[in-house]
């Protein structure tokens, strides 16, 4: 049986558990896309955030406090109770009293109270100065620079910049997304205004997952791409790809759609842009 890539497949009670929190935890994602092929057609076009990021200031405090382990404790604890086997790793204070920013194994960072009795997900905006500040902002890309630094350059198909290298980008990708063919199309355009793209694999659906594999286990992954952004059937013997970990770490980083493309500081700058607003967005230009 296959699951979206927000899911995991269910074993047992305690695999179940698993599931089921990521599942949810997943669907109630809110990520800004600006265009792309999502299982939610509403997350491909909308921005519904109260204040959007980019108008918002950011607050770095949090990203010296270190993690409260009783916090952690009691988190855990209270999953636990409710036949939840979570693995949490971290909860640090953040700039509003008495809520965490919660990192755990296999889902997307979330904020919890000070008892650990709470899952809450989505932006904190903080108001009443001359500027809304948002205070998850930055954790969230602090969260998504660490896992995607983690990444072995071998794992990826890496399209280098022309030239020098202005800015990189990672980009989740999935070879049946029309937007990702039209992301592919302007590679060329991309890499010549400097941005190297490094690709990581983000099937969406069970039939994507052969061609994603058959790519990652192709003796020239890049050849494989292209021919798979162009529609063709990929085919290669199997090999020990790294598409599941990939899956899981879009399921860590919040990646609902596809394209979902990442800076190197960890900001997710959108879905699909055309090869100018993408350089400008990551000042590239």
């Known amino acids: 049986m296959f699951l979206a890539p927000f899911s995991k497949t269910m074993l047992n009670r305690d695999t179940f558990s698993r599931s089921h929190l990521s599942r949810v935890m997943s669907a109630a994602l809110l990520v800004i896309v600006a265009a792309g092929c999502s299982n939610n057609a509403a997350d491909a076009t909308s ?73 809450i997900q989505g932006q904190i905006i903080a108001v009443g100065a001359k500027a809304p500040v948002d205070i998850s902002g930055t954790l969230v890309a602090r969260t998504a620079q660490d896992a995607l630094k983690a990444v072995d350059k071998k794992d990826m198909v890496i399209y280098p910049a022309k030239g020098a290298t202005k800015a ?6 999935d070879a049946d997304c029309p937007y990702c063919a039209k992301l592919h199309e302007e590679m060329e355009d991309i890499n010549a205004r400097g941005i190297e793209v490094r ?87």
Request: charged content about 20%; proline content about 5%; hydrophobic content about 40%.
């Open 199 to 285: 690709y990581l694999a983000w099937p969406r659906s069970e039939g994507s997952i052969p061609k994603m594999e058959a790519i990652w286990c192709s003796e020239d992954r890049k050849a494989a791409m292209d021919q798979a952004k162009m529609g063709a059937n990929i085919q290669a013997p199997s090999c020990n790809s790294p598409v599941q970990a990939q899956i899981d770490l879009g399921i860590a980083l919040g990646v609902r759609g596809t394209p979902a493309i990442f800076t190197e500081s960890g900001q997710q700058v959108g879905g699909y842009l055309p090869a100018a607003q993408l350089a400008e967005a990551v000042g590239a230009n």
């Open 47 to 119: 921005n519904t955030d109260l204040v959007n990021s980019s108008k918002a200031k950011t607050s770095t405090a949090a990203l010296s406090k270190d993690s409260d382990a009783k916090v952690v404790k009691s988190l855990q604890a209270n999953l636990k109770a409710s036949g939840i086997e979570e693995t949490i790793l971290s909860a640090v204070p953040t700039d509003m009293d008495d809520i965490y920013w919660v990192t755990a194994e296999g889902l997307p960072a979330f904020f919890t109270d000070k008892a650990g009795k709470h899952i």
């Open 168 to 173: 990189v980008v990672y980009a989740f990708t």
